[in-house]
């Protein structure tokens, strides 16, 4: 702490700055309100300013003119009302505490050393060149983040600048007052770091631009490479940085980059909801956020009912070990794999020559166009065009033909039937339309005209030469309306072919699966699952349910888009990936060739992959580091554990041999093991440590289950044993809310708890050596107390540990 007179100079000058900050909002508060009102009142009436006439050529252009200029004039109302207002909010959001930073720097060459304060957005005084506060992503801020006193540097578009930090300092402010101050000598925040992570969990993620460390900062500013891979351990910040990155990022690119162009994949709805205020805390609009299966649903459409990814895991954790259950699970791996993908490829340049599938183009019970033709027709193609080029070259054809049988269609008894039909109405309408439609053409024109509507029906009692014309108009409008009748029969069936449904993309999914020798022949893959004939039988069942499995979404995406071409967002220019390592190869891939302008941030640990499909983020061979290749990733590993107690963390990392996990020194309680006789008592034991934990100030409380069906039964279990209101987290749940919830660790990803209770830490519920790594997701959720209970043997990753490590209660 600093000593008095220098905590009255720190007083003062934080008094200044919120003087400043006052009288600058004071200023400008009318101004933005002023603003504000005259834009609106210019919407109002915006059309009363401009003359409209469009008489002559003359008048048409003055008018053009004129509306151009009010346009110019609102939007630069309405620009200069948006930057005022940005600049009042963040001194707003300054106000209750300016900065939480000081560094003093002396430039090289320069004999004095200048005092840069650090704070949330920057603030300057009334010359317009004294910062009194400067932004954390400003260049200059991050040696706060990078050096301890002494020889520091930063780099700014010029180059790099050099000189001596002379002093650092950190400062806790609340409503205008200093609360405390420190002087930090070796790295930043281990003070104010131990008092904020001292705090409780809260409903939302917080920001952590006051206290972030080094190697968290390297994560927020890297912005050369095109994938940054973060290879993070449990509680290491990885979301908490990626949130501070999209923030600097905003910050940096601010001409350019916009808040949509940036998308962040998460795990689950519900994490959305818990990460969705760091950014407006920041002062920056939200990113999308959505989750892979939202987009993986989107992009197959209706074609099938895709599994949720939730849905895989609870198979895999619910079903008993079979052949079935060995098959689906090497499956999911397999199709989760490079191999996959490369047969895939295989199997794209074996249609090209074989084997394509499409379905015939059928019009009220009758062929069109049969499959056969279409076949035939596609593989007339040269073959050394593009498989998805040749498609487009079909696609034109078909069109072509239905244009020339859509002529022939005219003539045939159903469109007499249909014309025989229409009522006067009907006809009436339909020639209106027509002349609408043909009102340009001269020579139709020519033929109706609005008379002849108002006389239909009273025909009778013309002149001969008369009679001729009507006859001549009559078929003429009947022959446009044999067209109309046709056309709109033929529209479903042409954005039928525009979407490229006359390809049988299931049956060509489908006919991948077939035995293993003619799969060898269509992928010439040469390692094949052992379990392949049952990967094909499940397979095969789910795709004629009109399903699909949630291992086969990428690889069938993929595929059509080998086929029927790419599509793509080319608005995007950054995308995260959180619980990067719950991702396949295949889904990485997809992401890469959908937002191909998009640089990629995968956040993960693979310590906490949970889905059989996972991908190891960080090996040396790991496939993501191929995907855009070494020399543009960057890999960067996080160690340090900033959630739990050393408790915690020393008794998670003997879950989990080989993890690399360092606790930030913060010590509490040992883990606890509750070991009870029966399902009753440990009703008993959990209501009771519930009243315990809340009354020591934990609000925030998970009781973390294996499954959903264990989720429900805890719930019950506590609940009708007379518990206060908690939440059952399903899904399906969409907000993250303080309170105690009951949850299955697989929805736990990405979130945490002051308290977590393993409602069933038993052997026979955590028996799967496969489900080491959610046991462990599950005990890192918990930042200050961790109780574990069983009603019978502890599961044998408890077993193995040594006593030391927790307490046992009996
Ligand atoms: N530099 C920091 N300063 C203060 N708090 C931090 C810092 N880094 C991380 N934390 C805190 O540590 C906790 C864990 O952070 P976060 O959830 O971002 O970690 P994670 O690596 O994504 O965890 P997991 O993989 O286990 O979900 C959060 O409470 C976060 O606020």
């Not at 700055?17 to 909002?25: E, G, H, N, P, Q």
């Not at 166009?369 to 034109?396: G, K, M």
């Not at 024109?445 to 009273?458: A, F, R, S």
């Not at 991908?615 to 990733?633: A, D, K, V």
């Amino acid at each position: 702490m600093i000593k008095g007179n220098e905590w009255q100079q720190e007083q003062q000058r934080l008094d200044l700055v919120t003087d400043k900050l006052r009288s600058a909002i004071s200023e400008i508060e009318p101004e933005v309100v002023g603003l504000r009102d005259q834009v609106t009142d210019f919407r109002k009436r915006f059309w009363e300013e401009v003359s409209i006439n469009t008489s002559t050529h003359e008048d048409f252009e003055e008018a053009f003119y004129s509306i151009r200029q009010q346009e110019t004039l609102l939007s630069e109302r309405e620009r200069s009302h948006g930057q005022r207002m940005q600049r009042l909010k963040s001194m707003k959001r300054l106000l209750p505490s300016p900065y939480f930073g000081r560094i003093d720097f002396q430039e090289e060459g320069f004999s004095f050393s200048e005092p840069i304060y650090i704070g949330v957005s920057s603030f300057v005084d009334v010359d317009g060149l004294s910062f009194l506060v400067y932004d954390w992503r400003t260049p200059i801020a991050s040696m706060y983040y990078d050096y301890s006193p002494g020889a520091s540097a930063y780099d700014t578009p010029g180059g790099r600048v050099a000189g001596e930090m002379t002093l650092k300092r950190q400062y806790h402010i609340g409503d205008g007052k200093l609360k405390r101050v420190f002087d930090t000598s070796v790295t930043i925040g281990d003070e104010l770091l131990q008092e904020v992570l001292a705090q409780g969990a809260d409903s939302q993620m917080k920001s952590i631009v006051a206290t972030i460390q080094k190697e968290q900062n390297a994560i927020i500013r890297n912005d050369k490479t095109r994938m940054l891979i973060v290879q993070g351990a449990a509680g290491s910040g990885k979301t908490s940085a990626a949130l501070q990155r999209a923030a600097y990022l905003l910050y940096k690119h601010r001409d350019k980059l916009k808040a949509d162009q940036i998308v962040l994949f998460s795990p689950n709805p519900m994490f959305n909801s818990y990460v969705s205020t760091v950014l407006p805390e920041l002062g920056e609009e939200n990113m999308q956020q959505t989750t892979i299966q939202e987009y993986l649903v989107y992009w197959l459409g209706s074609t099938l009912e895709l599994e949720s990814p939730f849905e895989q895991i609870e198979y895999m954790l619910t079903s008993l070990s079979s052949q079935a259950y060995e098959a689906r699970r090497s499956g999911v791996q397999y199709k989760a794999s490079e191999a996959f993908l490369h047969a895939l490829q295989q199997y794209a340049i074996w249609l090209g020559k074989e084997g394509m599938l499409f379905r015939s183009i059928r019009f009220q019970e009758r062929e069109l166009i049969t499959a056969e033709r279409i076949q035939l027709q596609f593989y007339s193609y040269d073959p050394t065009i593009r498989l998805a080029n040749r498609v487009l070259l079909l696609q034109e054809w078909i069109l072509q033909q239905l244009t020339l049988l859509e002529r022939k269609e005219q003539r045939a008894h159903w469109v007499q039937d249909e014309l025989d039909y229409l009522d006067n109405e009907q006809y009436a309408e339909a020639y209106r339309e027509l002349l609408k439609k043909y009102k340009q053409e001269e020579e139709v024109v020519l033929h109706m005209n609005e008379q002849l509507l108002d006389d239909y029906g009273q025909f009778l009692g013309k002149g001969e030469d008369e009679e001729q014309d009507i006859d001549f108009a009559m078929q003429e409008i009947e022959g446009l309306l044999r067209k109309m009748i046709v056309s709109g029969h033929y529209k479903p069936l042409r954005n039928d072919v525009k979407r490229f449904k006359f390809i049988d993309i299931i049956g060509l999914y489908d006919q991948l699966f077939s035995d293993e020798a003619a799969y060898r022949g269509m992928t010439n893959e040469t390692v094949i699952p052992e379990q392949w004939t049952e990967i094909c039988r499940q397979t095969k069942e789910k795709l004629s349910r009109g399903e699909l499995f949630y291992e086969d979404a990428a690889p069938f995406l993929c595929l059509k888009e080998f086929v029927e071409g790419t599509r793509r967002n080319t608005n995007v220019r950054h995308v995260f990936v959180d619980e990067g390592q719950d991702y396949s190869p295949f889904q990485f891939y997809f992401l890469k060739q959908l937002f191909p302008r998009a640089n990629m941030t995968v956040l993960g640990d693979f310590s906490q992959a949970i889905f059989p499909q996972a991908t190891n983020l960080s090996e040396l061979n790991s496939p993501l580091i191929r995907l855009y290749g070494q020399e543009e990733t960057n890999l960067i590993r996080l160690v340090r554990s900033y959630r739990s107690t050393s408790e915690i963390v020393a008794f998670t990392k003997a879950l989990l041999p080989g993890v690399e996990i360092v606790p930030f020194e913060r010590s509490e309680e040992k883990p606890r093991l509750i070991k009870v006789s029966n399902p009753a008592e440990r009703v008993e034991r959990m209501l009771a440590h519930l009243a315990e934990l809340k009354a020591e100030g934990f609000a925030s409380i998970g009781v973390i289950t294996k499954t959903a069906a264990e989720s429900r039964e805890a719930y019950e279990a506590l609940m009708s044993a007379g518990s206060e209101a908690m939440r059952l987290i399903t899904k399906e749940t969409l907000t993250f809310e303080k309170g105690t919830m009951i949850i299955p660790a697989y929805l736990a990803k990405g979130v945490e708890f002051d308290a977590v209770l393993i409602y069933d830490a038993s052997a026979h519920v955590y028996d799967r050596e496969s489900e080491r790594k959610l046991f462990y997701t599950a005990c890192t959720r918990a930042m200050h107390r961790l109780l574990l209970y069983t009603t019978g043997e502890w599961t044998p990753f408890i077993q193995s540990l040594d006593a030391n490590l927790y307490e046992a209660e009996g």
